[in-house]
């Protein structure tokens, strides 16, 4: 009796394990180097509702999810580096997780998914694949990248590109946006950030008014 009370209450089995991003390939001779890294993340829970077949049409419901991913660092002299952060995701989410995810500046052309019938879905893309040019005293950073206004950890209302959901569970890796940054050194403590992020119309097709 005592177990099927705890089980009515709520069950939440959450397993999370994160592989530290080690670097699985290194290279590095006096004007270049490589580093290339990987991570995985496994996530997996259920939950068993208190009857009231109004609010949940299910008595129960799982998820899970698994997120294998590749980090590439790769710089050529001072003046030039390339970041990429490309991810492969499988996931089985029922409907009634319901995500606030909104991608209005990346394109969908850079990522593929697959979706069964059965919830299951399969999703490659890319988090981060940017050139970045160092021209003193500027910085030119073109392509998809991380734009943070505010802290990496938690949402935030005052970041305007693509922030981490407040139901996001895995944020070490934040989410970057298709954009061209200028950062112009005025100072030794001080600099001006200039920042142009692409929109998108249904996530294909430029759109200059959502820019």
């Known amino acids: 009796m005592k177990r099927l009370s705890l089980i ?33 993340d496994l996530i997996a829970g259920f939950n068993d509702y208190p009857g009231m077949e109004v609010l949940y049409p299910k008595s129960s419901e799982g998820f899970g999810n698994i997120t294998a991913r590749m980090l590439v660092d790769a710089r050529a002299g001072e003046n030039f580096r390339i970041e990429i952060n490309g991810y492969q995701t499988f996931r089985s989410i029922p409907d009634s997780f319901t995500s606030l995810n909104y991608e209005p500046y990346r394109t969908e052309r850079m990522q593929r998914k697959w979706k069964d019938e059965n919830d299951a879905e399969a999703v490659f893309a890319f988090d981060q694949f940017s050139v970045k040019i160092y021209a003193d005293p500027i910085d030119i950073t073109i392509g998809r990248q991380p734009i943070g206004l505010a802290t990496n950890f938690i949402f935030t209302p005052n970041d305007l590109f693509y922030p981490f959901s407040s139901t996001a569970v895995d944020r070490e890796f934040r989410p970057g946006v298709d954009a061209l940054r200028l950062d112009a050194r005025t100072g030794m403590l001080s600099k001006i950030t200039c920042v142009g992020v692409l929109g998108y119309e249904e996530g294909k097709d430029v759109s200059w008014e959502k820019s």
């Not at 009515?8 to 089995?13: A, D, M, N, Q, Y």
């Not at 397993?15 to 580093?35: D, I, M, Q, R, V």
């Open 8 to 40: 009515g209450v709520f069950v939440l089995i959450f397993l999370t394990y994160a592989a530290t991003a080690t670097a699985f390939f290194e290279a590095k001779n006096e004007n270049n180097s490589t580093s290339i890294r990987g991570a995985i």
